[in-house]
């Protein structure tokens, strides 16, 4: 026995070349179990209310009133006027569509290509998706100004006899957001089952046990819903992982379609799905930076984890450069003198040429900081940069929007636009309803995909001795 | 209401005795048993000899509907039932027709994935034998448990335990079901 133990590790890859665990300390089953589970069954924290009680006025309140204020006066209570017709509200959809990206990126994507280390972050990746997605839902809804007429966007037969019209890429979003949103529930649900049939048998109150074994359907865990839950789950995120390249390609046709100058480019699609992920790898870390010290979940998502997202940011931040340097050049070399009028004014215009120095700044230059590993190990100034990311992304959108409207074609049709407090209120008011949204989420729901990890783990592996295997048997 | 036996349950510690009591429960030919545990086991689908399950054929049947539907629906809107020239574009092509019937095709994929996992695994089911024993709450936990069905031809009370104990299986116990 000691003899094939041995033969076992012989055959083991040397040291530095053996991957190192998922969970870190060498943790069984059971102890993952009860620390996994401990932040949903536990006594709610005292920083949870902390953050919970701001993010709940903020969707509670102020969302609704600034939505009833808009909705009843008209669209003009917010700064877009001619000539710039899209402002706060198509940016911030933009943004929101963009912070979802990654989330559907980590959970489906790196589960396709077999990286273990996902299933960690999987699950809360996943939630940002579908909450971030509810957001930039949101606002297209209501920047049609007449909101109680949204049902004209869906083909329902009426008696006028009208359909939307197929045409329009602004009417395949309304098919890509609503498809973006409900296959992400769906896949954030699937996965959930398993681990809410975990916190079924753990109830130990009536009224949760009753909750959880409605939401886990009955779940056993018996080997053949394992086989088609597997199947399924491999089918919905190949689904998803398509829906990463569509969602955003068809919100860079919505731009790329018209015939302005700054917007009217083929590298639209491809650069929004780039600038989309970027993005959600920033609202990523944004999340998991401060819940993992917050809930203690050190040897769960270990820093190895973050380091490879802050590697896969610092990939997104060079691809979005890429981009960048290929639209100025396209700018230039194109010779239209709209278009490289649009673009100088980006930098060097008299009004707006913050938004682009500031998109660089961040989004070239300060991600390159990530290529350097005392960096990336430092979470305080990876949770900074990721913050500034997001607010890097948020001016892109800024000047790619604003910054192209407001001045085209003709002189006489120039214009400025500045938000309104009803801007900044919504904008505030979606980031509550977000934020508020994840919390209740981490308290109620298993953060952490339990079955997912168990089965990554050497322990949960027939064929591995801590899984209970005898001698070099596989 | 009479009770009858549902089968017998046996519980184990790690993977690996699971899967090796799998094994030998399948070679002394029972044919209606089932293995429990918190998370899907490598190997075990070979071991109990399960086939390419069918929920990627439901993806393909509800997606590949809604393709031709959605392509279907864009025609008899914008071609048939209400003709507008928009732009100088023809009344039906496939660049405008392909994206939302793409985007629609991923939407019934995924439905139908999960509509598949649902219907072969019989969910939802509000109750299930199992679910009377205590010791069962820990399958979501670190044990794994291996139920042989009173239905299976062989099964016999004393017979199946006696293999199960041999097979390392621990608290081994009679499950009943209400009839």
Known sequence: MAETATNLETLAPPAELRRAPVVENNRGLGWLTDKLTAFTEGKTPRWWWILFLPAAFFATVVLPTMLIYQISTGIGVWGNNHPVMWGWDIINFVWWVGVAHAGTLISAMLFLTRQHWRTTIGRMAEAMTVFAVMMAGLYPAIHIGRAWFAWFMFPVPTYEGMWPQFRSPLMWDVFAVNTYLMVSTLFWYMGLIPDIALLRDRAKTRMRKFIYSLLALGWTGSARQWHHFEKAYVVLAGLCTLLVFTVSSIVGLDFATSQLAGWHATIFPLYFVVGAVYCGFGMVLVLLIPLRKLCHLEDIITTRHLDRICKLTLLSSLCITYIYLMEYYIAWYGGNPYERWVFSHRLLGHTYWYGGWIMLTVNFLMAQLLWFKRIRQNLKIVFVLAVLINIGMWFERFTIIVGSLYQDFLPANWGFYKQTWVDIGTYMGTLGAFFMMYLLFIRFLPMIPVAEVKSVLPQGNPHHPLGGAKGGKS | ?179
């Open chain 2, 1 to 179: 209401m009479s009770v009858k036996t549902y089968g017998l349950i046996a519980e184990f510690d790690s993977p690996a005795a699971i899967l090796a009591a799998a094994e030998r429960v399948r070679d002394s030919g029972y044919q209606r048993w089932d293995v429990f545990s918190p998370f899907p086991i490598h190997g075990l689908d070979n071991v109990m000899g399960l086939k390419n399950s069918l929920v990627g054929w439901f993806a393909l049947a509800f997606g590949g509907s809604a393709f031709v539907t959605t392509m279907g629906l864009i025609w008899f809107c914008n071609t048939f039932d209400y003709p507008l020239i928009v732009g100088g574009k023809p009344m039906f092509s496939l660049p405008m027709s392909f994206v939302p019937s793409y985007i629609l095709m991923i939407l019934g994929g995924a439905v139908g994935a999960f509509i598949g996992m649902i219907a072969l695994n019989q969910l939802p089911r509000w109750h299930h034998p199992l679910f009377g024993k205590k010791r069962f709450e820990l399958v979501s936990r670190d044990k794994f448990f291996l139920v042989v069905g009173a239905n299976d031809p062989k099964f016999s009370e004393t017979e199946t335990r006696k293999l199960l104990e041999q097979s390392g299986g621990v608290h081994i116990e009679l499950v009943e079901d209400e009839d």
